[in-house]
């Protein structure tokens, strides 16, 4: 009965959002250009219209179910859907291998600096995990990326066009995420501190390595699958960062471009401004951090955590 009630709460937290997503990117936003005087002078006006915003919705909507598409996009004879089957691959590429370092080596090392808390090593340990928390994410990109450029000039690192291409942008994608888990997984050991059967197992001689890795890492896990959700979304917000610097073209990066920033007006409105496409990424943004949550899921199932 608990997980029906969970699985409702879920799909009924993912239509308010999934609701609440409509009715921003269809929010009208076409001013209106007009020309006074003997000068001829551009004078732009902005009137906001409840009947206009009803018609964006209706319009759209309707053009889902007739068309059984979520629009067409500034290229012509291209719908979102064909961006997407372009675009969104591109950023599995990097996701998959990134959410498996931050997963695997942000574990390993908050195990780490759980155990070297209190020695010399804390400062590899902790102070390290802190360091690249607070570093600003766009700063580490690009302070990285330069640094590959200027030492491997030969090698195309950043070239989709090379199989090996996404390996240094999935690295720099799971580099926050990766110590967002180690802090996680240090905090969660440290909770088990004082446990009665801590103190059971270190009275019968068992070393601290042992009973961190078979009794303590346990418990602790219910914790860190408890925020795979929350890996995903900060994979996501690296990923619109690192695609967006470096010129990766994955659907972050199309969704800067489809969200049209700029000055420049055409007929009174926003010249690149796509909202199908906005709508479009923005579903997948959303599946991904639904798959992270059904496989924490999985996990608590496998592992028998309640």
Known sequence: MNIVRVILKNLLLYAVIIAGLFLVVLFPRNPVLSVSGKALTVQMEYHFSWQEYKENITTYIQHIWDKKSLGGTKHERLTVEDELKRFVPNSLRLLLPAFSLSLLI????GIFDYRNRSNKKRIIGHGFTWLLQSIPDFFLVISIQWLVIFTFPTLRLFSQTNWYGFIVPAILISIYPMMYMARITSDALANEEGQYYI????????????VINKHMFRNAMKTVINHMTSLMIHLLSSLIIVEYLIGYE?????LITALGFGLGFHMGAFRNFEPGMIIGISLCFLLFVIIAQVLGFIMKRSLRIP
């Open 106 to 109: 942000g574990i390993g090392k």
């Open 199 to 210: 103190q059971v197992a270190q009275s019968k001689g068992f070393p601290m390595s042992k």
């Open 250 to 254: 994955g659907m972050a990066y199309r």
